[in-house]
């Protein structure tokens, strides 16, 4: 496993499932975008469903993965989470997270823009928001649905980057203290937190995109914004 530490982040390459018990109760925000196996349940792309091969239709992945997170004792016991679907996996996921939290609902990401599928082609993500009692709260009157435009292809350097400006819509409203982000990807919530000067703990088993979160988050420590929101998205 590899640690690196930037500024007030701490970044580890390697299996999250490993690494969260690992770390103790150590953040009280979690926002978050696993990879989406609705993939597999759906008929979508013939490479697709070579990928999923003997998983095809089956959902439980999802399950095992976010009680993976909520179970490894990683997050503080008053703490808000974000966790990034799609009607699939939202399906799947609302009814483990019920019983878990007080307060349960969605957020809906508008794009403002056509991604993919079919017969009815994808224009938004959901969010779910979990909040336990006694976490931070968001303040102001924040609408349910949020209007950014996503990160372009001429300059996306990770399949499913999200905009950092979206990240720091969603979090900048409360008082949390340390971020975490056990799927990584590219470091979008670690470059979101560094600009909003909170610490941040990413987990990513990717090297390659573990390397390009290093170099976001580094370019967001120097202030350096080429490397962090690429000025690619428009808040409408």
């Known amino acids: 496993m590899r640690i690196e530490r930037i500024g007030t982040a701490t970044l580890y390459c390697g299996d999250c499932m490993e690494v969260l018990p690992t770390l103790g109760p150590v953040a009280d925000l979690l926002i978050t975008d696993p990879p989406y196996a609705a993939a597999a349940a759906t008929v979508v792309t013939g490479r697709a469903r070579e990928k999923w091969g003997g998983n095809w239709g089956d959902m439980s992945l999802v399950s095992m993965m976010a009680r ?53 082609r994808k224009q938004t993500e959901l969010v779910l928001y979990a909040r336990t009692p006694g976490a931070a709260v968001v303040t102001g009157c924040k609408r349910d649905v949020v209007r950014i435009k996503p990160v372009s292809g001429a300059v996306r350097q990770h399949p499913a980057e999200k905009p950092v400006e979206l990240i720091e819509h969603l979090v900048a409203d409360s008082a949390w203290t340390c971020a975490l982000d056990p799927f990584m990807g590219s470091g979008t919530a670690g470059v979101a937190a560094v600009r909003m000067g909170r610490p941040f703990i990413g987990i990513e088993i990717d090297p390659g995109h573990f390397d390009l979160a290093c170099r976001r988050i580094e370019a967001a420590v120097r202030g350096d914004p080429t ?5 690619a998205t428009e808040a409408a």
Do not use: N
């Open 68 to 120: 993976g997170v909520f179970d490894s004792g990683a997050l503080a016991p008053e703490h808000q989470a974000y966790w990034f679907c799609d009607h699939l996996i939202h399906a799947c996921l609302v009814p483990m997270l019920f019983g878990r939290y007080p307060l349960l609902q969605t957020v809906v990401w508008d794009k403002d823009a056509l991604g993919m599928g079919a017969h009815y």
């Open 227 to 231: 490397q962090t929101s690429l000025f």
